[in-house]
Nanobody, 124 residues
Framework: QVQLVESGGGLVEAGGSLKLSCAAS????????LGWYRQAPGKDREFVAR????????SYADSVKDRFTISRENTKRTLYLEMNSLKPEDTAVYYC?????????????????WGRGTLVNVSS
């Protein structure tokens, strides 16, 4: 019902910045809570950030707090993740996710919809 497509990943040096985008189609975008997860090779997935459907509440993992910013433009049906001061440990495949309940996106959440992911590689 909901399709998510990430873009914007790539290679960047430590200390640099990248902005990821997630284009959504299908479903009722304005009422979907959105977020980002990431997964490094050989490691478990981890929660990165979430934003409510009305956009006034944002949450971040401690590891990215004060460096990453999540936002959305409902008219464009697009989710964003601006990443600053990138570190080598940020290297991972980043996934866009969506859920009908904001609690479904978090360290113990189970998002209903996932994108295919986009690779972010931060060199040391």
């Amino acid at each position: 019902q909901v399709q998510l497509v990430e873009s914007g990943g790539g290679l960047v040096e430590a200390g640099g910045s990248l902005k990821l985008s997630c284009a959504a189609s299908g479903g009722t975008f304005n009422r979907l809570h959105l977020g980002w997860y990431r997964q490094a090779p050989g490691k478990d997935r981890e929660f990165v950030a979430r934003i409510t459907w009305f956009g006034s509440e944002r949450s971040y993992a401690d590891s990215v707090k004060d460096r990453f910013t999540i936002s959305r433009e409902n008219t464009k049906r697009t989710l964003y993740l601006e990443m600053n001061s990138l570190k080598p440990e940020d290297t991972a495949v980043y996934y866009c996710v969506a859920a009908s309940n904001s609690d479904g996106i978090g360290p113990r959440g189970q998002p209903m919809y996932w994108g295919r992911g986009t690779l972010v590689n931060v060199s040391s």
